[in-house]
């Protein structure tokens, strides 16, 4: 494995868009067979240009080898941190503001070599840097887990789900790691 560089995504470069719409696309197919005709680029690029004002993304890209240009940087994973703003309350001067923490997604070559740690790293960072009381995330019994834990994410007690499907099974308990935030700090999410 190469050398992997860890860089905020350009939403307004057609290649960074292009770049997280395939790993987007290598993370479903992991799932099952995806078309490959339908418009999901287009669609991509329209939902990423429509949330750039409150989504940043982070791109891990290795440098060039093999049959690659030696300068090339090939994208190989991707992380995505979603800025929710709290209404202003009386009394209080400043309007705090959450993360949501998704689409982290790393190549299968590329794993377990600290990329997946990287991007989720980088994005805790910008929280920290712009301000965010606490990040949260949904993991979903996802292989992710274990690197939520690591980096410091904890089950939440204090979040209740409603889940709006129709045929969602009925769950008393949290399963697990259904709801790990990551304390930044201890305020409420209200």
Known sequence: MSAVRIRPAVLEAAGDVAALAL?????????????ADDDFGRRFTAWVRAQAHQRTFWLAESRGGGERPAGMRLPVGMVGLTRYERPPRPGEPVTTAWGYLGALFVLPDHREGGTGGALVEAALAHARDTGLVRVVLSPGGTRAAPLYKRLGFRTARELL????????????EPAGLDDLVHPLDLHPLD
């Open 23 to 35: 790993l987007r696309r290598a993370a479903a197919s992991e799932a099952g067979p995806v078309p």
């Open 161 to 172: 789900v409603h889940p709006l499907e129709r045929d969602a099974p009925e769950d008393d």
